[in-house]
């Protein structure tokens, strides 16, 4: 089994920034993705940021300029820097991880196998 563990959320003015961290622990993988998603209240849970094991990175257009992700592979721990954020940014964040990208789409959900707790994001205007 994979454990996930998010840490960094919290409470911030518009504009400030955040950065989230997941460290990963357990069951090893050769390579894996590893992806950030991210569910406000009333709303599906939607994609945010992925990462490759070649750092080759993902972004969804509504936090690209802003919101950078970046990983340790000696560690297992995937970063989102946040920047300059905004309200609609208010969310719970999840980090996954996917142990067959070969097989799969970093911005699809259902391709992750593992999933932290989450982290609560809140950005007040």
């Known amino acids: 089994q994979v454990q996930l563990v998010e840490s960094g959320g919290g409470l911030v003015q518009a504009g400030g920034s955040l950065r989230l961290s997941c460290a990963a622990s357990g069951r090893t993988f050769s390579t894996y993705t590893m992806g950030w998603f991210r569910q406000a209240p009333g709303k599906e849970r939607e994609f945010v940021a992925a990462i490759t094991w070649s750092r080759g990175k993902y972004y969804a257009d509504s936090v690209k300029g802003r919101l950078t992700i970046s990983r340790d592979n000696a560690e297992n721990t995937v970063y989102l820097q946040m920047n300059s954020l905004k309200p609609e940014d208010t969310a719970v964040y999840y980090c996954?991880?996917?142990?067959?990208?070969?097989?799969?789409?970093?911005?699809?959900?259902?391709?992750?196998?593992?999933w932290g707790q989450g982290t609560q994001v809140t950005v007040s205007s």
């Open positions: 996954a991880l996917d142990p067959r990208p070969a097989y799969s789409f970093p911005f699809r959900s259902t391709d992750y196998d593992y």
